[in-house]
Structure formats: structure tokens, C-alpha cells
């Protein structure tokens, strides 16, 4: 069965169909500069990418092509045959702990949702919409980058403000990359073989947390609100001391929204070594002696390290930690320096083994108190299964009303 995963953004839509339950991808393709001038599409099809110029006017046009490529490619012959779509959503709020059917009640809380997430809510309900056009009869799903996290106890996800702000302006810890840290974490107890088990899953990309996850349950997470808190980011700040704001705001005399800006774009990174947020380019200049960005990589380690630390403590004990995403994939370096910061825990690196990027592997010793592993994530792959689940209940459901009623 064909299950799509569409992840839409303000001007971009990236799409992946998988034939389930077999999970393997069929075709993916990303749109860019969708109502912008010099739009186009790449379609990457059997190992091979091909680029497209079109006039892209919106959303439902992006999607008219999904289809069209998908039958001129002869991977469906009709579009009844494409049965369910999932959709990535960045905050579900207080309202979804789960992947769910896009109803028309649902879309209306993912909008109310969108003063939490003003860039991400609106694109994905603009692709939700027009996939709904495009192909009415399929099961429209949204899986939410905040709904892992809805298990975290009060005690972890207030904030020590007036406690009226959470009730009234719904402030509070949501957390984010919930697909990519239940998906790891799914794996890495696949790998061990049992599912009693205590997880630290480090997510590090340009955008970074870190979770802690007990028996297959999110109970804390560095995300907030936001995704600008917690660890250092590429663009972004993380924690700090809130009156920094305030502060800098009266000394800049600027707005909210630069404000905004300069702790979310111009921050992490990029703000202190003044070149880049790509861990690469950091990676370059400590190369050639760089002090900034020797700073820049010091800070950012020791965020990551002390998270760990913490949620050691908070589990009481940790089974494996996990590394993903761009920097927790591939970079040799970044994960050398967070195993060295943990060896008073007893962590022991495989230096041998850690010398790899983007594979499936364990990176620590026979003999490390706790074995790390790398394990590339796949939110399109864990979109589409939660997908593919929600249908087959579906159809079990009408299959036993149907029944019934004979
Ligand atoms: P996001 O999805 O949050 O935009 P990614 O997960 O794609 O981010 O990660 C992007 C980050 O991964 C960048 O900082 C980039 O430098 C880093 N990265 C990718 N490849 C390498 C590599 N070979 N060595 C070090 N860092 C890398």
C-alpha cells in the first residue's frame, strides 16, 4: 500500500512515498519557492535526481506534481491507490500526544495553534489542504514534532512564572524533533533487544535536543515552548539568564521581534565565532586556529554534555545514549568531545568505531559503563508508519462496524 510523507513548509514541500508495510521508498522529491519566482522541484528516483524549473503558484499545485510524478513514474496507475498521506506538523500543542486523522476539528486547533509556531503551523494546515484537493479520498494524518514529548510530567514542563501564563497563554515546555527522538529511541531498543530500558537520544543538528526516555517514554526533553531552548545551536541560543533580554533589549533599543531574530538567527554558533552556524565551517577554523570558534565548540559541547548528565541523573541510570541528525551523525570530532566529557561516568570511546559517518553503530568499548550509539533518524519513515497504523485501525474498525450491522 502506498503511504505518503509530506513535510510543507512556508514556501518549500518535501514528499517521500513508501510501500507499506515493506517501508521501502519508492520516490521523493523536494519543491522550492513555492509562489516565488524561479521555482523548481527535484524528483530523486531509483539513485538518480532530476530537476524541474515550473511556475509553482501555491501548495496545491506542488501537490498537483506529487501526483503527476507519481503516475508518469508508474509508481501508482491511479490516485485511489495512494490510501493515506502524513503530514509533519511542528506544534500539536496540548491537544495531540499522537499522530492523528486530520479532521476538520483538528485543523481548526492546528491553526489556533499557530501564535505557538506562526512560521510552521500554517504551512503544513496550507499542505494538509491542498493534499486534501488533490487526493479526497485518502486518510490525511498529522504527526507532530511535540507529540513524544507529551508524556513529560508537570514537574518538568512548567516554567517557574506566574502559573496563570500556562493557562492562559498555553506557556509551557512542548518540546520538538519528537519523530526523530521516538524513532531512534525505537531502534536503539530494537538493537538491545529488550524495551525496559533508559535512553538519552541526543538529536544534534543545525536545531539540537536532547531526551530522556524510559521504557519508551519521553519523561523530559531540552526543547521548550520554542525550539530555542536548551542546548546551543547552530542560530540559536538555548538556555541563558532570561534578564539578558530585557537587558539588551533596553541597551539595543530594538523590538520583540528583532529581539527575536538576533536570539534565534544571529546566536548559537554563528553569534560567538562570527562565521558560521554549520558545524563544518567551525570544525575548518579550529583547524587553523580559530579562538572563536575553539569558544564556539566548547560551549556547544558542554551543553550537550551537561544535558546528559542530567537526565543520567533523572533516569537514574542511562542503557545507551544515541547520536543523530546532521552533527550527531557525522561529526567525528563533536561526538569525541561529548564521549571525553563523559568518561568521569565511566564512557569509553571506540576511537576506531567512532571514525565513521551516517551508519547504524556502536562507538564505545566492550568495556564503557554505557554504549553509545550512532543511529541515522528517519522522521519520513516514522511518519508514514504511524500513518499506515492509523489506517489499518481505521479499517479494522469499519470492517467490524460492517460486520456488526449484517
Ligand atoms: P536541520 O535538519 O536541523 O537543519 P541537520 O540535521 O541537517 O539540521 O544538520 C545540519 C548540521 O549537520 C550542520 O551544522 C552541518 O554542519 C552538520 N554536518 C553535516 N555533515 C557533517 C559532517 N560531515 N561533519 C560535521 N558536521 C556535519
Not at 59 to 83: C, F, T, Y
Request: net charge negative.
Amino acid at each position: 500500500m502506498i503511504v505518503l510523507s509530506v513535510n510543507a513548509g512556508s514556501s518549500s514541500l518535501k514528499f517521500q512515498a513508501f510501500d507499506m508495510p515493506e517501508e521501502t521508498v519508492l520516490i521523493s522529491g523536494v519543491f522550492e519557492r513555492i509562489g516565488m519566482k524561479e521555482s523548481f522541484y527535484t524528483i530523486k528516483l531509483n539513485g538518480e535526481k532530476i530537476k524541474k524549473e515550473v511556475e509553482l503558484k501555491n501548495h496545491e499545485r506542488a501537490m498537483e506534481l506529487v501526483m503527476e510524478e507519481l503516475i508518469d513514474n508508474k509508481i501508482v496507475e491511479s490516485l485511489d491507490e495512494i490510501k493515506a498521506i502524513g503530514h509533519r506538523i511542528a506544534q500539536g500543542g496540548p491537544y495531540f500526544d499522537k499522530t492523528e486523522e486530520m479532521t476538520d476539528e483538528n485543523i481548526k486547533k492546528v491553526k489556533e495553534l499557530s501564535v505557538l509556531a506562526p512560521l510552521h503551523n500554517p504551512a503544513a494546515v496550507k499542505g494538509i489542504k491542498a493534499a486534501m484537493e488533490v487526493v479526497p479520498n485518502a486518510l490525511q494524518t498529522g504527526a507532530f514534532d511535540t507529540a513524544f514529548h507529551q508524556t513529560i510530567e508537570e514537574e518538568n514542563y512548567m516554567y517557574p512564572v506566574p502559573y496563570e501564563w500556562c493557562e492562559k497563554y498555553k506557556v509551557r515546555k512542548y518540546g520538538f524533533h519528537g519523530t526523530s527522538h521516538k524513532y531512534v529511541s525505537s531502534r536503539m531498543n530494537e538493537i538491545l533487544g529488550r524495551y525496559n530500558t533508559k535512553l538519552i537520544t541526543c538529536h544534534i543538528g543545525n536545531g539540537a535536543s536532547v531526551s530522556a526516555i524510559k521504557e519508551g517514554i519521553c519523561v523530559n526533553t531540552s526543547m521548550g515552548l520554542t525550539p530555542n531552548s536548551g542546548l546551543m545551536m547552530g542560530s540559536r541560543c538555548g538556555d541563558m539568564d532570561a534578564t539578558v533580554i530585557t537587558y539588551m533589549m533596553q541597551q539595543l533599543d530594538c523590538t520583540a521581534e528583532e529581539m527575536d531574530t538576533i536570539l534565534n538567527k544571529q546566536s548559537g554558533l554563528l553569534g560567538i565565532s562570527g562565521i558560521s552556524s554549520d558545524s563544518r565551517d567551525i570544525e575548518d577554523g579550529i583547524k587553523i586556529g580559530n579562538q572563536r570558534c575553539n569558544l564556539a565548540q566548547k560551549m556547544f559541547t558542554n551543553r550537550i554534555i551537561d544535558h546528559i548528565a542530567k537526565y543520567y541523573v533523572e533516569l537514574g541510570g542511562c542503557d545507551a545514549i544515541v547520536f543523530t541528525a546532521g552533527i550527531g551523525e557525522n561529526s567525528i570530532h563533536t561526538r569525541r568531545e561529548i564521549l571525553d566529557g563523559l568518561a568521569v561516568l565511566g564512557v569509553k570511546i571506540d576511537e576506531e568505531a567512532n571514525d565513521c559517518r551516517g551508519i547504524e553503530r556502536l562507538i564505545t568499548t566492550e568495556d564503557s559503563s554505557i554504549p553509545c550509539y550512532i543511529i541515522p533518524t528517519n522522521e519520513e519513515l516514522m511518519i508514514a508508519r504511524d500513518t499506515y497504523a492509523l489506517y489499518q485501525q481505521k479499517e479494522n474498525k469499519k470492517e467490524l462496524e460492517a460486520n456488526e450491522i449484517i
